[in-house]
């Protein structure tokens, strides 16, 4: 187990990001984490809400003990340069995220998830950083029959799961040919407290609530999706970073496959133990580049990263319904 000191998070103001800085600072894992977000999802005052930081507006790239904020863009070569001179290792996590925003515009998805994984390799080779963690999805592996795994066949149904398989490509093409070691992590459908701006399921239910919407579902509900909580899908990522020696292709999931009808049923029981009236349920029309069935095999994650996630999706929906609550003052119901 090596415990390096520099980390820099690309995307660190986002859910994933915010939630790992809080697991570094409690762990003592990381002595400087450096941000590199463009704020275009989330913000410097959503950084704050979990640590205190300071703002690096100068030329500078020297580190300093602590959290520091670039503002920047992966899509600035010279910002990316900067922001990587120095680290031991990088999280890549800036990224067009989800389906549905790549379907309405692929060239940007393109741009950002592909131009900007590949500013990110390239400034890390030639800083010489000791591991590359990039946050890929389940989305490369499309339509294919569940369990999926690290060798099932690829066959993106959507813009962004083809953005991820070339981030996951390129990866594997700068261990090969650069000798950067470089870990490709397949995020599940990831929940948890921070998530408020996310439009995943669970995120967007809870946050249907606080607006006084109904539940929409695309679809019967009958599709299957594989809920991982956000504390343990970070545990995996600082795994990678200090246990995993190999490089490679790593699923982050619980192997739980779990209908929309079903995670319905355990919200709606949660609603009612908090006395939060339960909305009415909206079915609507399937969306183009959603997968009917989706969960993972982990076991090359659980060999591999020696890592396990540990909060049943009961537990961890708990802990993310709080977090809604403490965060929302709202409480118009739709009935
Ligand atoms: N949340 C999930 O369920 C899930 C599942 C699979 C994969 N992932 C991947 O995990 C990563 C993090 O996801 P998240 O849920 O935290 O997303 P998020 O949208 O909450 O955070 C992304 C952050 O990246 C920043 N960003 C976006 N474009 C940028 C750019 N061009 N330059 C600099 N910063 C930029 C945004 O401002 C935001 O703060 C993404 O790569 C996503 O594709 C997430």
């Not at 600072?25 to 640590?51: F, K």
């Not at 069935?293 to 994650?301: E, G, L, V």
């Not at 060999?303 to 537990?315: D, H, K």
Request: proline content about 4%; hydrophobic content about 35%; glycine content about 10%.
């Amino acid at each position: 187990m090596v415990n390096f000191r520099r980390w820099l998070i690309t995307g660190g103001c986002g859910f994933i990001g915010r939630t790992l800085i809080h697991q570094l600072q409690n762990s003592g894992a990381a002595q400087s984490i450096r941000v590199l977000d463009n704020l275009s999802g989330g913000t410097a005052d959503d950084l704050g809400a979990i640590t205190k930081f300071t703002i690096n507006d100068e030329e500078s790239s020297t580190w300093r003990d602590g959290v520091e904020l670039f503002i920047g863009d992966i899509l600035d070569k010279s910002s990316v340069e900067r922001s990587v001179k120095g680290a031991d290792v990088v999280v890549h996590l800036a990224a067009n995220t989800g389906v549905q925003p790549s379907i309405k515009n692929p060239r940007f998805d393109l741009d950002t998830n592909v131009v900007g994984t590949f500013n990110l390799l390239e400034a890390s080779r030639e800083a010489k950083v000791r591991k590359f963690i990039f946050a890929s999805s389940g989305a490369p592996i499309g339509n294919s029959p569940p369990p999926f795994t690290e060798t099932s066949p690829c066959k993106p149904i959507s813009p962004y799961g083809a953005s991820k398989l070339a981030g996951e490509a390129y990866c594997s093409a700068y261990q090969g040919s650069f000798g950067l070691e470089t870990y490709a992590l397949r995020f599940s459908n990831v929940y948890g407290p921070h998530s408020g701006k996310k439009g995943s399921v669970v995120a967007k239910f809870l946050s249907q609530i606080f607006n006084g919407e109904c539940w929409q579902v695309n679809g019967s509900g009958t599709q299957t999706r594989d809920f991982i909580f956000s504390e343990d899908l970070v545990d995996a990522i600082i795994q990678a970073a200090t246990y995993a020696q190999e490089g490679g292709l790593y699923q982050v999931a619980t192997s739980e496959e779990t209908t929309i009808n079903s995670l319905i049923e355990l919200l709606s029981k949660i609603l009612e133990d908090n006395n939060i009236a339960v909305p009415k349920v909206v079915y609507g029309e399937h969306l183009p580049g959603d997968v009917p069935r989706n969960y993972a095999d982990i076991r090359k994650s659980r060999l591999g990263l020696q890592w396990e996630p540990r909060t049943p999706l009961e537990v961890g929906l708990r802990k993310t319904v709080d977090w809604f609550v403490e965060n929302n003052a709202n409480d118009r119901v739709c009935q």
